[in-house]
């Protein structure tokens, strides 16, 4: 009787050990669905990081045309061209009354590393803060849109 059970036992346990990993086949079937799932997944996922520079851009410009409204309060009109946006940080010496610095933590760049353009007068008769977007090029689409406020 004691016998029978010491073969069960051995039984069960070769068994066990036999299922116990993956084998060939079964893990080539999981590299080829999670390619196939990175490939489908992945295009998408870098189109939504492409739309939160973007945002991010407009989020910062806003702050910014926040700041030159700040200015203008202050001094009476916006910086000229001469002064740019760097009259929100530094004082310029044609500004009495400026009450800054105007932007807390400094100028920003934008979200690929070029500074924000100013243009006064701008398009609409009010100052214009704009990215150049991902190319650094005026025109484009997509990430190489140009961003005005």
């Known amino acids: 009787m004691k016998k029978h059970t010491n073969d069960n036992a051995a039984n069960v346990f070769l068994?066990?050990?036999?299922?116990?990993?993956?084998?060939?086949?079964?893990?080539?079937?999981?590299?080829?669905?999670?390619?196939?799932?990175?490939?489908?997944?992945?295009?998408?996922?870098?189109?939504?990081?492409?739309?939160?520079?973007?945002?991010?851009?407009?989020?910062?410009?806003?702050?910014?045309e926040q700041s030159l409204d700040l200015f203008k309060l202050d001094v009476g009109r916006y910086p000229n061209d001469a002064e740019g946006l760097r009259a929100l940080t530094d004082r310029p010496a044609t500004a009495p009354g400026w009450n800054g610095p105007y932007l807390?933590?400094?100028?920003?760049a934008d979200p690929w590393g070029a500074t924000y353009l100013y243009k006064n007068p701008g398009r609409n008769n009010a100052p214009d803060i704009f990215s150049l977007g991902a190319d650094g090029k005026p025109g484009g689409e997509g990430d190489n849109a140009d961003i005005y406020n």
Request: charge should be positive; charged fraction near 20%; glycine fraction near 10%.
């Open 15 to 64: 068994r066990a050990r036999r299922s116990a990993g993956f084998t060939l086949i079964e893990l080539l079937v999981v590299l080829v669905i999670l390619t196939l799932l990175a490939g489908l997944v992945g295009p998408k996922v870098l189109d939504q990081l492409g739309g939160a520079k973007s945002k991010t851009a407009r989020v910062q410009i806003a702050e910014i």
């Open 104 to 108: 807390k933590k400094g100028l920003p």
